[in-house]
């Protein structure tokens, strides 16, 4: 069972910058990143597949990035003009595979969540 550990969130104010890590205790084909803010379900934020392909949620298209480096094991998700709206926690997850619809159902493992919080 594939463990994974997040770090980098913290409290920002509006327009800021945060790099999330994601680090697998082995290789997973699909790495994602997803977030729930208190009340809310679990939604997709962006995923990664070992051939690059890429999916990232409409509300944070041409801010957040995700990558990866499969040397390290790791995952990121690169934010930026954070806005007060993505205050969440953060979970890393892995999968065999990357759905299109980033289902959390998809995804068999998660982190513990690292905590971001945008301020205005």
């Known amino acids: 069972q594939v463990q994974l550990a997040e770090s980098g969130g913290g409290s920002v104010q509006a327009g800021g910058s945060l790099r999330l890590s994601c680090v697998a205790s082995?290789?997973?084909?699909?790495l994602g990143w997803f977030r729930q803010a208190p009340g809310k379900e679990r939604e997709g934020v962006a995923t990664i597949y070992v051939d690059g392909t890429t999916y990232h949620a409409d509300s944070v298209k041409g801010r957040f990035t995700i990558s990866r480096d499969d040397a390290k094991n790791t995952a990121y998700l690169q934010m930026n003009s954070l806005k007060p709206e993505d205050t969440a926690m953060y979970y890393c997850?892995?999968?065999?595979?990357?759905?299109?619809?980033?289902?959390?159902?998809?995804?068999?493992?998660w982190g513990q969540g690292t905590q971001v919080t945008v301020s205005s």
């Open positions: 082995i290789y997973e084909p699909c």
């Open positions: 997850a892995a999968a065999g595979f990357c759905p299109a619809t980033m289902t959390p159902r998809a995804f068999g493992a």
